[in-house]
């Protein structure tokens, strides 16, 4: 009884070790990859000066007037309503997109569904650089360079294979009881994709959003290449307004760029359990 006790107590013990050393590494990870942002916050309360004499100290003074200065100056409010109106219509087209064709291909059977799935899953692995003279060939005839729709395409386009490998993933492990029983039940395959299936993706529906949010909002060099307008310009593409061939002022990129990175961060803290249960859900049957 004894021996059972100090083996009990032993156990334990080495439990809350592991744990302590677990959490702490974790830690020690969390702040190596998070260290930069905490950079590059401090960073913009300094100024130019401040930012090269005392790079890793903490600013003398947390003045907001940096961030004020880099909104006005650069112009951010014409660059993130851009961004808005450019991550909304793709977000939203790829979930329209996605959830119809990862039904089609997991519920529905149709001659040639195999190949288009594999011509998707192809998209997961071409780098945008092999499509890019094409692309750019095809949006030159098309006459839609300098508009949106020559970023929301691409967009939509880079986004849908991704999507629907995870939504058809999830839907995979639906049981075709359920299907069966709408069908008893007098539902039409779009009324079953309304009524059956939209409410059962939301979670994956939701980390198919934020992911696709973050590479539309982060994306430069199709902004780069394809919009000239200052007008049309998304937030990449003007924070090169902050930097010229000979001078760069870091204290105005730095506000601007934490301007711009905060709402992300926001986005992500809030939605993590929607992400981790939309990866997840549908690895098990």
């Not at 302590?20 to 309360?45: A, D, E, G, N, Q």
């Not at 519920?107 to 799935?117: A, H, V, W, Y």
């Not at 982060?218 to 003007?238: C, F, H, M, R």
């Not at 803290?269 to 049957?285: D, N, Y």
Request: include cysteine.
């Amino acid at each position: 009884m004894e021996m059972s006790s100090s083996y009990e107590v032993h156990k334990s013990g080495s439990n809350v070790i592991m744990r302590i050393t677990y959490y702490v590494c974790m830690s020690l990870f969390s702040l190596i990859y998070f260290y930069p942002m905490i950079w590059m916050l401090l960073s913009s309360f300094r100024d130019n000066k401040e930012i090269f004499n005392k790079p890793f100290s903490l600013p003398d003074t947390f003045n907001f007037d940096n961030w004020v200065e880099a909104w006005k100056i650069g112009g951010m409010s014409t660059y993130v309503l851009n961004s808005v109106i450019v991550t909304s219509v793709t977000v939203a087209c790829i979930l329209l997109f996605a959830s119809l064709a990862s039904f089609s291909f997991s519920k529905l059977r149709f001659k040639g569904s195999k190949t288009m799935l594999t011509l998707f899953v192809f998209g997961l692995f071409m780098p945008m650089q092999s499509f890019f003279i094409a692309q750019n060939y095809l949006f030159e005839h098309l006459h839609i360079k300098n508009t949106y729709y020559a970023l929301i395409l691409p967009y939509v386009g880079m986004g849908l294979p991704l999507a629907i490998f995870l939504l058809k993933a999830y839907l995979d492990s639906i049981p075709k009881e359920m299907m069966e029983a709408a069908r008893i039940d007098g539902c039409t395959d779009l009324r079953m994709f309304g009524s059956v299936i939209m409410p059962l993706l939301i979670p994956s529906l939701a980390t198919v959003a934020i992911f696709s949010s973050l590479n539309s909002w982060n994306e430069l060099l199709l902004a780069l290449l394809y919009v000239q307008s200052d007008s049309l310009k998304t937030i990449p593409v003007g924070l090169l307004a902050f930097s010229s061939k000979h001078v760069t002022d870091y204290k105005l990129l730095f506000s601007a760029l934490t301007i711009i990175t905060i709402p992300m961060i926001m986005i992500y803290v809030f939605f993590h359990k929607h992400i981790v249960s939309g990866l997840t859900e549908g690895s098990i049957k």
